[in-house]
């Protein structure tokens, strides 16, 4: 009887980070993904786990597991649990999920639960504690994710096309288009103006329809200056975002702006994102103040 090769050994990840950042849901997802799922394995147990359930023998070759704050001081024992796994020829990927202090709290004082730091701290308390507890595996993490931008299906998302695209870290571009009347949104990373393009509000025939219309997208795309702009923004865009990546960034915001936010950032932002999912990037657009 031929002798099978032996296998490699299967692929671990350990998922962490902070409370309230969306864990379960990554979990869930690598779930749906696939993967053979543990929630809360004690830290101890990985390295058992990690020959039971991934071994030659075995018939799982893929697994997450979550460990998180539950682990109390016993969470201190990851970063050298993993390191043994790797001198081990075992590798565990390590992913740290995180977010913004105010949007922890934000969420916690949402649905009124207490922390997992204990019932007698603020919610923000917990987070800095909680934070403090967190960065020695933070330092050690293969990817970190700041999930304060995504909602729900955004990080389901996200995390899929991560998991597709192994060897490669996703980003997800969201333009806004918004009208500088109403302000400028609070939560972009690049602002830029579009005011300097001839505005289609004064061509009559043109007025009543939005930028996503193409006849107001071929009125804009017919000056020159629009042309060079969407060219230069391509190409810093091109040069920012490997950089982005390469810190770990996995949620850029960029607004276009115009007067009223109706016609010209509109139309940019329509072209801006047709131009990034060329580039293979994962992107969004929402035109905030389209319909006021």
């Known amino acids: 009887m031929k002798r099978q090769p032996a296998r490699e050994h299967g692929q671990l990840v350990i998922l962490t980070g902070m409370s309230g950042s969306g864990k379960s849901t990554v979990l869930k997802t690598f779930e749906d993904l696939g993967y053979y799922c543990v929630d809360n394995l004690p830290v101890e147990l990985i390295p058992t786990f990690s020959e039971l359930h991934l071994g030659d023998d075995s018939e799982i070759f893929r697994a997450a597991i979550l460990v998180d704050a539950r682990e109390g001081d016993k969470l201190a024992k990851l970063p050298e649990t993993i390191r043994r796994l790797r001198r081990e020829g075992k590798p565990a990927e390590l992913v740290f999920i995180e977010a913004s202090e105010e949007v922890l709290v934000r969420r916690y004082s949402e649905t009124r639960r207490p922390h997992p730091m204990g019932r007698d701290v603020s919610p923000r308390e917990g987070v800095r504690r909680e934070r403090r507890l967190m960065a020695p595996i933070r330092k050690i993490a293969d990817v ?46 690049l602002v830029f103006d579009v005011r300097f393009l ?15 219309d193409a006849r107001v997208a071929r009125y804009i795309r017919s000056f020159p200056q629009t042309g060079e702009f969407l060219r230069r923004i391509e190409g810093l865009l091109a040069y920012l975002i490997p950089h982005y990546i390469r810190e770990g960034k996995s949620y ?18 329509e072209a801006l994102a047709r131009a990034m999912a060329r580039r293979g990037l994962h992107t969004k657009v929402h035109h905030r103040d389209l319909n006021r």
């Open 144 to 189: 970190v994710i700041d999930t304060s931008k995504f909602n729900v299906h955004e990080l389901t998302e996200f995390i899929k096309k991560r998991v597709t695209t192994r060897g490669k870290r996703p980003l997800l571009v969201s333009l806004i288009s918004f009208g500088y009347r109403y302000g400028v949104p609070s939560e972009a990373d």
């Open 198 to 212: 001839p505005n289609p509000h004064f061509v009559a025939k043109l007025r009543p329809f939005s930028g996503k």
């Open 252 to 269: 850029l915001t960029i607004a276009i702006g115009c007067t009223g936010g109706r016609h010209r950032s509109v139309a940019i932002s």
